[in-house]
């Protein structure tokens, strides 16, 4: 069986941090992060690949985010620092089976709950 879970959102004012994390079970993913405000599509933040390659940013995300991987708990990171109001959304991890990540909401075989991030301006 397998799960994905998240944790780590939550409130924050507009240039602090948060880390997420998403602890998988069952096998190692390539990893994605996601986030969705209501009513607008689901979109890519970050990607971490199983295999080699090195990690991939959305423009969004450039120089503020980092994604990680904890191979020995199977479980991966987003650190997100200098948090703008424009970061407010549901953010998901997706695991693809796969050596790679992809950019596309599609090529992901398993999400997590989502968790709320909320930075105040």
């Known amino acids: 069986q397998v799960h994905l879970v998240e944790s780590g959102g939550g409130l924050v004012q507009a240039g602090g941090s948060l880390r997420l994390s998403c602890a998988a079970s069952g096998r190692t993913f390539s990893m994605g992060w996601f986030r969705q405000v209501p009513g607008k599509e689901r979109e890519f933040v970050a990607g971490n690949s199983r295999v080699g390659s090195m990690p991939y940013y959305a423009d969004s995300g450039k120089g503020r985010f980092t994604i990680s991987r904890d191979n020995a708990k199977n479980t991966v990171y987003l650190q997100m620092n200098s948090l703008k109001a424009e970061d407010t959304a549901v953010y998901y991890c997706?695991?693809?089976?796969?050596?790679?990540?992809?950019?596309?909401?599609?090529?992901?075989?398993?999400w997590g709950q989502g968790t709320q991030v909320t930075v105040s301006s």
């Open positions: 997706a695991g693809r089976v796969g050596d790679h990540y992809s950019i596309h909401d599609y090529d992901y075989d398993y």
